[in-house]
């Protein structure tokens, strides 16, 4: 069964700024993680640390977003939240990209590989 986090999933390569000599992360993506982690129900802290599989839909407001470039925040959101010990355990994605204008969100699932 796919959980769903609502919210337009930001793009990593534009979720940091520059300054004063340090990188900073962007206010959209600072604030996408707070969505991601009170959302996150199903896995939060089940600190998945065996190989595992990602199966996700990402549904966009409109055609710009890069699936490839959000899936690594996808991948960093459950992490922080616990769902998964870190994402270097992860050994498949099955990713869809599709558009929903007026519900931006994800679908997602994990699946232990063994």
């Known amino acids: 069964m796919f959980e769903i986090i609502y919210g337009q ?7 940091y700024r520059f300054g004063n000599g340090k990188v900073y992360k ?3 993506l600072v ?22 599989g990602l199966h996700v839909k990402v549904f966009y407001k409109d055609k710009r977003s890069d699936l490839d470039n959000s899936l ?15 994402d270097n355990k992860c050994m498949r994605i099955v990713a869809y990209r599709y558009i929903d204008k007026v519900n931006p969100r ?9």
Request: aromatic share 8%; charged share 30%.
């Open 9 to 15: 999933v930001p793009s990593k390569s534009n979720c």
């Open 26 to 28: 962007a206010e959209h």
């Open 31 to 52: 604030q996408y993680e707070k969505d991601f982690q009170k959302q996150c129900v199903k896995y939060r802290n089940k600190n998945i640390d065996t190989n595992f």
């Open 72 to 86: 690594k925040v996808i991948l960093d959101c459950l992490q922080k939240c616990g769902a998964i010990r870190n």
């Open 106 to 114: 994800i679908e997602y699932e994990l699946m232990i590989i063994d």
